[in-house]
Nanobody, 114 residues
Framework: QVQLVESGGGLVQPGGSLRLSCAAS????????MGWYRQADGKQRELVAT???????KYADSVKGRFTISRDNAKKTVYLEMNSLEPEDTAVYYC????????WGQGTQVTVSS
């Protein structure tokens, strides 16, 4: 059974930083691409960043230069380092992978506010 468990969200001031983690189980982690998405209140879920099984990364334009996605295959964990956070980054952040279907974590809330 595939499980994705996010952690690391919280309340941070504008300009601050957070690191999200997503621990995977039930899959051969190193085989699969991983991604982070987010959903703000009243908005559709959107792609934030992805990392292929070989480590190639891709970012939404809104987070380029501020966010970094990485993975540790030994720990079966994918990370999202978020710097220079803005109020517009406030959202629930979800971890994602796709095998036979899409799998999502439960989400972790990130709130950027003074």
């Amino acid at each position: 059974q595939v499980q994705l468990v996010e952690s690391g969200g919280g309340l941070v001031q504008p300009g601050g930083s957070l690191r999200l983690s997503c621990a995977a189980s039930g899959i051969i982690f190193s085989f699969f691409d991983m991604g982070w998405y987010r959903q703000a209140d009243g908005k559709q879920r959107e792609l934030v960043a992805t990392i292929t099984n070989r480590g190639r990364t891709k970012y939404a334009d809104s987070v380029k230069g501020r966010f970094t996605i990485s993975r540790d295959n030994a720990k079966k964990t994918v990370y999202l380092e978020m710097n220079s956070l803005e109020p517009e980054d406030t959202a629930v952040y979800y971890c994602h992978t796709r095998l036979d279907k899409d799998y999502w974590g439960q989400g972790t809330q990130v709130t950027v506010s003074s």
